[in-house]
């Protein structure tokens, strides 16, 4: 059963999916409102310049401890991965460096 809140954006944006968004360690926490038709790796090209990732660093995204496919939109996702309680979509996002940076 989603809440009361949950309920009154799927009313107001019904065209757009809840996900709160957190870093692995705590360092950035951020709730969108993101189109459904978005696909994940479009997600993570904003996602990219918000936190500042360099150029040597990768960022990856998980779906309750799973890695989905790029290609996968916001909506799928939902419908997938959702939080029956709170009725949001809750990813975690972690970055590693990559060719060699430091």
Same mark, same amino acid.
């Given at each position: 059963m989603l809440s009361a809140r949950a309920r009154e954006l799927a009313i107001k944006y019904p065209d757009r999916v809840p996900v709160h968004v957190r870093a692995v360690n705590g360092e950035l926490q951020n709730k969108y409102l993101i189109p459904k038709d978005m696909a994940l790796s479009s997600f993570m090209m904003v996602l990219r310049k918000k936190i500042d990732v360099k150029s040597h660093e990768a960022i990856f995204v998980y779906v309750k401890n799973v890695? /989905? /496919?790029?290609?996968?939109? #916001?909506?799928?996702?939902?419908?997938? #991965?959702?939080?029956?309680?709170?009725?949001?979509?809750?990813m975690t996002w972690s970055r590693e460096n990559t060719f060699g940076g430091t």
């Open positions: 890695l /989905p /496919p790029n290609t996968r939109t #916001f909506g799928e996702l939902y419908t997938q #991965f959702h939080d029956d309680k709170d009725g949001m979509l809750h």
